[in-house]
């Protein structure tokens, strides 16, 4: 090797230590760099620990709002609940008090009697309300009892002034607002009836849909079935001796029709067995309407009643007086049919027969009167009472939320 070749050599190995040395350098400044990095990192995760604590604590905080909210809303009504227990109580401790002194039970069906929760409290038979209630709520109740057929109905009422009183279904309704115009209840004399075309009267009894006609003068409540389709039947189908032919008498007394309803009842046709305790026997207004055209206002079909019956059907009135239309006046006007929730049920025979013979009967559909041979087929929809002292439970009256009783 010459001597250019060995200066040549000696530059390169010169050039190659000062490239090195470059590299040791560039890789100690990005050691540096990276530990910043490693720093920056650490202080994000710090950030985000403390951000999940803040999510962590609202979350917790929210949970116990809702918490306190669900205590308030249970305290409420375990309340009314705790209430309702009272009142069933009270009629478990009538029936057991009145199990010792059968004398005091009534004796003619339809009687009734009441026993205060004082004295089933002081025999024995009840707590005091003072065990069941908070501290500072003073209460006072009873317990009607009445005599239907062979069986007894218990109803309790118990007033604990302003945190519970026990609510009457006819009180309900009546509370929920009487009106003077539209659809709803009014007062016409001494009682209470539902009018128009929409009127909030649904009420679920017994299973089945029925529509409230009224509250008559007694509290009793008056119903209508409107449930499923109903039976067809003549009102009555003997010989008339003065029509020389069987087409009916229209005595409703001896009438097929009063065969037929009281023959429903004792099968349990329409009110279970379970239920007919629930009923009252009323005045049945029976009287006869002249064929001649009368005069609404006039009708006197109470001037004959029959009450020994739990079920019957539609006086004439009591499908035209719903009509809101002015021009319903007549028996026989068509305009009844207007703004009158009759229209939509096929009512059939009424309890009032044709004053003018002895065979022909008024019967009702969609809210119009007429009047037929009483041997004619014609639907019987059955009307009830229902007793004054039946408690609400439920319900504002509408088709899609109906009244529902507490039994």
Known sequence: ???????????????????????????????IDNNNINNDYSKRNYNDNKSFIYIAIG????????????????????????YSNI???????????????TDKLPIIDGASVNVSAETLIENSYLKPF?????????????????????????????????????????KNIIDSGVVTSGDGLYLIGDKYIFRGEYPNNYIKFDGSLWRIIGINNDGS????????????????????????????????????????????????????????????KHDWCIGKVSQE?????????CSDTYSDLYIGVVKVDDVLIPSLDSKCSN????????????????????????LDNTYSVFSSNGGSVSYKNASTSGYVR??????????????????????VINN
């Open 130 to 170: 003072s065990e069941m209630v908070n501290d500072g709520v003073s209460c006072s109740g009873y317990v009607n009892v009445f005599k239907i057929g062979d069986e007894y109905s218990y109803f309790p009422y118990l007033n604990c002034g302003s945190e519970y009183e026990s609510s009457l279904l006819s």
């Open 382 to 403: 059955p009307v009830i009472n229902l007793n004054s002292n039946i408690l609400y439970k439920s319900g504002t009256g509408t088709s899609d939320d109906p009244y």
């Open 331 to 354: 028996i026989y006007d068509v305009e009844c049919t207007n703004y009158n929730y009759f229209f939509t049920i096929n009512t059939g025979w009424t309890l009032n027969a044709v």
């Open 87 to 101: 009142e069933s109580r009270m009629v478990s401790a009538a029936k057991n008090y009145y199990t010792k002194y």
């Open 221 to 280: 409540i008056k119903l209508i079935y409107s449930d499923k389709k109903v039976e067809r039947y003549s009102w009555d189908d003997r010989y008339n001796s003065f029509k020389d032919s069987y087409v009916g008498i229209n005595d409703f007394r001896v009438s097929r029709l009063l065969e037929y309803l009281k023959d429903i009842y004792d099968k349990n046709t329409y009110v279970s067995k379970s239920n007919k305790n629930l009923l009252v």
């Open 59 to 82: 979350v917790l905080v929210l949970i116990f709002i809702i918490v306190l909210l669900v205590i308030f809303a249970n305290k409420g009504n375990s309340k009314v609940k705790g």
């Open 1 to 31: 090797m010459d001597k250019n070749e060995e200066l040549e050599k000696d530059v390169n190995s010169e050039e190659v230590d000062d490239i090195s040395d470059e590299l040791d350098n560039e890789t100690f400044t990005y050691t």
């Open 293 to 301: 055209d009368s005069s609404i206002s006039s009708l006197n079909l």
